[in-house]
């Protein structure tokens, strides 16, 4: 007893002394010092989420790059500290704890999950540090306080917008949808896209999950294809929704596909092929867009990284663009004044499209409904569904999204029509 | 009954994946009672190497037989070397512990592995080029069967029947039943017993490079993490089987397909909702080892006094 | 001095020193002094895993069975006190409101815990008693498949909030959950150095031996099975409280095998093994993090990006160049300051200083032999 008591004692006492700090005074003053900006990421790369994690990681290295290039936010140069969390809240939560006390960052972008944004917001809270997250589509992640923000869209949006299209265009009276089961993304999508479908008049015949990790999907794909929906919602990552897809057609399963802005990827293409055709996504952005930022993005991504970029890496590359941007405004990385700066973000005009943060700091942005075209490896524009509250540009003269939509899909189904600079133009 | 064929095609085509990693562990461990959890992930090394093989022969530009067998050769090959060295510098070492050393040893292996492949090739899924047309051929009604699920199905059997070949007509296969019934023994009738242990995992490890590539086949997706839930899951059919029994493994991982499929297809009719496919394996698993706790073929062995 | 003045003087201090602990990691710290969040949530998590792996221990060490599902009975513990604080907690912490914060939330708390503890308890026995006929490998793939079907059943269940993930409220600090390491490790101890001990060291040693001397063996081996996933439980009900989020992706069989990963690199079957695994396979991780980085020409190449990779080498050389682990069988301790003291009759346990089975060992020592012959 005594001997185990005193090794205790001697373990933590040793751990004790080399980690003692002097507490109090303002915790934030201690890091803006120097003519660096520290900016802390963190996110999922060796996990089994890690394309995510490093998609990311390297979105917000270019635009860091970019920005260092040009000199820098107001003369100082930007370092990023990047931490990996293996995609478990419970780490996410400790290494955001590392950036902010040991690493003394200004702010903090990530994660992807909203699962591990939902244990890591809480640090970032209490410490009074900005944290943004590029694509943490659950609502409740920014409920967790005012320094908490995001540039993509929410669930509630990106999954009515789907089931508006499949209703008002695509006329589809029966839906099925296929979630992936760990994901919290999916299953917002999955319950925002019955709830408008349902709304709109709408059937949900069958509902499906897979596990990423799942080698197959046929079992669940034989299982809807007895009820014949008039189109598959299929809200999930690329990799899985690319093998869904083309084992959906190899069962004789040609109705329209549908999904949300996590399909985005290059890889997409080479590994559904031509099993994509007959399918739709809600996206921010289209990487064949020829609006110059979106294309010098995608240029220099590929130059930098060999790979186009996904959704998830042109999210992250706005992130840190906005947080720059919020520095450049604030004058500095007072923390307090930097969370008001990235509060007030307005119009921003990001590579996902023009960036305004709401009451609840969450993005507000039109999405755009995108057909996919297999044989060119791109994306064709199909129209353009603004979200509640926000005006559409006034060309269309309407407030009312449904009337928006149906006038544009008659309309803009042919070529790459410039959908986000043209907003861009209108929202101004 | 389209849909229940459809479900058994799909259940089975999975199931024989299982099978042949299934084969590996059950040999593994029939020699030297080891849970070689580096298995599953010498299946990913597997997929990995045949798409490295693929791409840079040009087979992914100019598909063909010849490319394809080629590709699931050299995989094998490749993965036995891989699956040798492991034995050679992280096993043998350990041998003569603890069940738990050894053990911990395999967890260390699989995790070095994974991670080091994450570290080299990226978290992000491989495409893999489809080497042999992939077309659907309709049985009846609904029940379609495509060309890459027989591929599966053919390669599977030959692969098995070689290694029953190997295992009942050979000397070495003679060495490795020897090894397997006891080792020691065997060491005593001047068997080299380091070799065969060694050409076991060579088998084993040539077997799962088969599933990783027949898989890729199948669903043209390869990413570094891919052999954690799959491999955990043929080893399930191992034990299922009656583990160090080869017909048992092959029977378990059939069930165990089957048995996921059926269960995402028809689970919801009996309040079974399908996101338990995974929970599925593991529960067959206990109720089969409560009921016959060596397994459906193994035999009991009785606890000598 | 009389043995409960010893305990009662040795108890206050552990309470003072656990306290000054928790002061510092306050925003305040003690007296100016303190820790930061980071290092008080690695002090944390060194105390949880201290409680996983001894419970561990006692199953795995000292029962000599070999069960590899322990996060299952955590995430049981840590679900079930945290649905337990959402529905019940918060009227409690109110009804006590007059007495403070620090009563009031530590009353929530060790109610929670203690919910955790019974259902994870229960759990361990529902696994336990058909489970238990099982031997070594077996029982293992049925304990990790156990925590599996545990993990992918709370994944569906939406009143602790599936894939969302569940908030707790916040009641655990580090004073409670030291306090919970230090009785647990007193605990189990007390336990291995009782009658009740040698007859579960007895199974490990030799279970138709043991039986054949009278000692009820599925009855030991369920006990020793139950205690130890209602210490898990215990673990999973404080890290609930101190993370105030769950996600069932903490408790994957990764999590299973780090606390397997500690009591073998710390030395089974040794107490102050088990604890220093808990504290390595904790620190070294996040040590790791801090690998320099070179520059190779225009790039930047870090270190750190390999710190799994070197976690893993470091595991599996520890096994190959001491696969006893780091302690072996000893324990470790300050002996040297006590008095010497007349060794009780019978002295320690039977096989209390050797991790490896005997059976075993001898086994070892044979293929040795046979291994030399051949060289």
Known sequence: ???????????????????????????????????????????????????????????????????????????????????????????????????????????????????????????????????????????????????????????????????????????????????????????????????????????????????????????????????????????GYYGQVAIIAKQARELGMNMPLLGGDGWDSPELWKLGGDALK???????????????????????????????????????????????DAIKRAGGTDSAKLKEAINQTKDFAGVTGRITLDGSRNAVKPAVVLELNPSASKFNYKETIYPEGMTPPATTGSTNTNSNSNMNSTAATNTNTNAVTSNANATK | MDTFVQQLINGLTIGSIYALIALGYTMVYGILRLINFAHGDIYMVGAYAG????????????????????????????????????????????????????????????????????????????PFPQLLPNENIRLFGEATISTSQILIFVVSILLMVLLQWIIYKTKIGKAMRAVSFNLNSAKLMGINTDFVIAFTFALGSALAAAGGVLTAQYNPKIEPLMGIITGLKAFVAAVLGGIGNIPGAVLGGLLIGAAETLVVGYGQYVGIPSTYRDAVAFAILILVLLIRPAGLLGSNVQEKV | MSSWVKSLVIGIIVVAVLYVLNATMSSTGFFGVGIDDYQGRLLVFIAINIILATSLNLINGFTGQFSIGHAGFMAIGAYSSAYFSNVYGVGIVKSLASTGETVSTSVALICAVIVGAIVAALMGLIVGIPSLRLKGDYLAIVTLGFAEIIRIVILNIDAVGGATGYSVPGYANFLWIGIFAVITVIVIRNIVKSDAGRALVSIREDELAAEAMGVNTTRYKVTSFVIGSAFAGIAGALFAHYNKFLHTNDFQFIKSFEIIIMIVIGGMGSMTGAILGAIIVTLLPELLRKLPEIQVGASTFHFSDLRLVIFALILILTMILRPQGILGTREFGLSWLKRPRKTPEGGGAVGADTGVPIAQQEDAKRMQSEEDEDQ
Do not use: W
């Open chain 1, 278 to 324: 007959n399918a739709y996504i809600s996206n921010h952005y289209s990487a064949e867009n020829p609006a110059p930022e979106i294309q010098n993005f995608v240029k220099n991504y590929q130059a930098k990284f060999g790979v186009v970029p996904d959704s998830l890496a042109a999210l992250a590359y706005d992130a840190a663009k906005v947080l720059a």
């Open chain 1, 1 to 235: 007893m005594t001997r185990i008591f005193l090794a205790i004692c001697l373990i933590t006492s040793v751990f004790f002394s080399f980690a003692c700090v002097q507490k109090g005074g303002d915790a934030n003053s201690t890091g803006a010092t120097g003519d660096t900006i520290k900016v802390g990421v963190y996110g999922d790369l060796t996990g089994q989420t890690s394309s995510f994690g490093q998609s990311t990681k390297n979105g917000v290295q270019l635009a860091v790059d970019e920005i260092n290039a040009a000199g820098g936010v107001n003369g100082k140069k930007i370092t990023l500290v990047v931490e990996d969390d293996q995609g478990r809240p419970e780490q996410a939560k400790t290494v955001i704890s590392k950036l902010i006390n040991q690493d003394k960052v200004q702010a903090v972008l990530g994660e992807v999950a909203s699962s591990n944004s939902l244990a890591a917001a809480p640090v970032a809270q209490e410490a009074h540090i900005p944290m943004i997250t590029p694509s943490s589509t659950n609502p409740k992640v920014t409920e967790v306080g005012d320094y908490i923000s995001r540039v993509c869209f929410i669930d509630p949006f990106q999954g009515s917008v789907m089931a508006k299209f499949a209703a008002n265009t695509l006329k589809a009276k029966t839906a099925a949808i296929i979630g992936d089961v760990q994901s919290d993304y999916s299953k917002g999508l999955t319950e925002f896209f019955t709830q408008e479908f349902t709304k709109q008049g709408g059937k949900i015949v069958a509902e499906q999950k897979y596990a990423q990790t799942d080698p197959d999907f046929k079992a669940q794909l034989t299982a809807i294809r007895n009820s014949n929906p008039d189109v598959i919602y299929i809200p």
């Open chain 2, 51 to 126: 798409f490295i093989l693929a791409t840079s022969l040009g087979f992914a530009q100019n598909p063909s037989v010849f490319g394809f067998i080629v590709t699931l050769i050299g995989s094998m090959v490749i993965a036995a070397a891989i699956g040798m060295a492991i034995e050679r510098f992280a096993y043998r070492p350990v041998r003569r512990y603890s069940k738990m050393t050894t053990l911990i040893t395999a967890i260390g292996m699989s995790l070095l592995i994974e991670y080091l492949f994450v570290f080299i090739f990226g978290g992000t899924p491989k």
